[in-house]
């Protein structure tokens, strides 16, 4: 079975601050690989939902949160159906945990 992701704006808005932050410290080739390294590792999930895992935090899993890593980058998404959902992107350095439920609460 074939499933739909479906990049939310959210998502999308974390790419584009993870490419721009790439371009600015390194080159717009360099943003091009970390990008795309990212969605394919979205893609992915199309074919193989659970290739993704759980979150090293409960209040995620909790919720049905899941993660996708791609190199330095988690991509968070949910199941809801036979979609799924990517919520947000993040660079694994930062607290996202912590950013995902202050994101939630707004």
Known sequence: ???????????????????DWYKLLFTAD?????TDNILNAIARLEKFPNSGS???????????????IADKHAAIYRFIDDSIYVYHIFDMRQDYPEIFRRLEDE
Not at 7 to 15: G, R
């Open 1 to 19: 079975m074939k499933y739909e992701v479906k990049i939310l704006p959210q998502a999308w808005e974390d790419l584009s601050h993870i490419a």
């Open 30 to 34: 360099t943003a091009l690989k970390v």
């Open 54 to 68: 759980t979150t090293p935090d409960e209040w995620l899993n909790q919720r049905g949160y899941r993660m996708v």
